[in-house]
């Protein structure tokens, strides 16, 4: 089964930006609402941000004003810029449809260090 590929993570000092990337062959993102999911230690995987062919966005309130995604259907990409970013954005992150309708991917790792 199709799985996305993320990347972009990183160590980044409080108050930094990372812009993470999610690619997967075929032209699945074109038909599907994608979203970015996280997953911190000992907590449940939680939904981010989304966006649909219109490009309509939704955000979590924790993320609101900082994150931005964005997609590239010609390219198979979403993408998401953090900004602003603080140690509770500390998870493995990792994108699939917004009703995880894919094979989760490994998902790339932010670190934010105080």
């Known amino acids: 089964q199709e799985r996305p590929v993320e990347s972009g993570g990183g160590l980044v000092q409080n108050g930094g930006s990372l812009r993470l990337s999610c690619t997967a062959f075929?032209?699945?993102?074109?038909?599907?609402?994608m979203a970015w999911y996280r997953q911190a230690p000992g907590s449940q995987r939680e939904l981010v941000a989304r966006?649909?062919?219109?490009?309509?966005?939704l955000y979590a309130n924790s993320v609101k004003g900082r994150f931005t995604i964005s997609r590239d259907n010609a390219k198979n990409a979403i993408y998401l810029q953090m900004n602003n970013l603080t140690p509770e954005d500390t998870a493995v992150y990792y994108c699939?449809?917004?009703?995880?309708?894919?094979?989760w991917g490994q998902g790339t790792q932010v670190t934010v260090s105080s």
């Open positions: 075929g032209n699945i993102f074109s038909i599907l609402v």
């Open positions: 966006i649909d062919n219109g490009e309509n966005t």
């Open positions: 699939n449809s917004a009703s995880a309708t894919l094979a």
